[in-house]
C-alpha cells in the first residue's frame, strides 16, 4: 500500500509499517510478529512474550524463572553454582556445587538432608554414603534427627573392607550415647 509512504529512502510511518503479513513495527519501536521469528541474537530492555519458544543455543537469565501468576513460585539460581526451588516465597529445595541436595536447608550436611520446615531445630534426615564400597567400613546411613541430638540410625556397615556388610539400628536417649539395638547380619542372622 504505497499511499502511506512519505518518501522514499528513509520511511516516516503514520499507523506503523506491515511487512508481508506477519510482522508490524509500531511507531513507538515495538516489533509485533506471528508465526516462526528466527533471529542471531536476541537483546531487550523490555518485555518478550509469546505463547511457546524454542532455543537452539543458551537462555540467559540473571536471576529466576518465575511462574505467571504465581510470582512466589520460582526456579532460581541463587547463588554460583547453586539451583534453588521456590515456593510461597520460600526456597524449598537446594541444589548445591559439591551435588548435595538440601530440603528446607541451605546448607545440607549429606548428599541428601531433608529438614522440617522448622529448621535446625526441627526434625531432619540424613541419607549419606561413607567413601568407598572397597575403602571403607560404613557404606550407606539414615540418620533421624531433632536439633542436635540424633534419635534414631540406621546404618549399612561391616567390620573391615574385605567383610560382609551387616544393617545396624541404633537409637540415641536424649542427652545419652547412640546405643546399638538390632543388628541384621548377611546371611540373615539377627
Same mark, same amino acid.
Given at each position: 500500500d504505497v499511499t502511506n509512504i512519505d518518501s522514499v529512502g528513509l /520511511?516516516? =510511518? &503514520?499507523?506503523? +509499517? @506491515?511487512? $508481508?503479513?506477519?510482522?508490524?513495527l509500531s511507531k513507538d519501536g515495538d516489533i509485533f510478529a506471528t508465526g516462526v521469528t528466527t533471529t542471531g541474537s536476541l537483546v531487550s530492555s523490555g518485555a518478550v512474550s509469546g505463547t511457546t519458544g524454542t532455543f537452539t543455543g543458551d537462555l540467559t537469565i540473571p536471576d529466576k524463572i518465575v511462574h505467571t501468576g504465581d510470582t512466589d513460585t520460582a526456579i532460581r539460581f541463587s547463588d554460583t553454582d547453586t539451583i534453588t526451588l521456590e515456593t510461597s516465597g520460600k526456597e524449598r529445595i537446594f541444589i548445591k556445587s559439591d551435588?548435595? /541436595?538440601? +530440603?528446607n536447608t541451605n546448607t545440607p550436611a549429606a548428599p541428601l538432608e531433608v529438614q522440617g520446615d522448622g529448621g535446625v531445630n526441627d526434625a531432619a534426615i540424613y541419607f549419606t554414603r561413607h567413601g568407598g564400597p572397597s575403602n571403607d567400613t560404613v557404606i550407606g546411613q539414615l #540418620?533421624? &534427627?531433632? $536439633?542436635? !541430638?540424633?534419635? =534414631? @540410625? +540406621? %546404618? *549399612?556397615? &561391616? %567390620?573391615? *573392607?574385605?567383610? !560382609? *556388610?551387616? #544393617?545396624k539400628f541404633q537409637t540415641q536417649p536424649t542427652g545419652g550415647a547412640i546405643v546399638e539395638r538390632l543388628r541384621i547380619a548377611s546371611s540373615g542372622e539377627i
Open positions: /520511511i516516516t =510511518a &503514520r499507523n506503523g +509499517i @506491515i511487512v $508481508g503479513s506477519g510482522i508490524t551435588g548435595k /541436595i538440601g +530440603i #540418620l533421624f &534427627r531433632k $536439633g542436635t !541430638d540424633s534419635v =534414631a @540410625i +540406621i %546404618e *549399612a556397615k &561391616r %567390620e573391615s *573392607a574385605n567383610d !560382609d *556388610a551387616y #544393617l
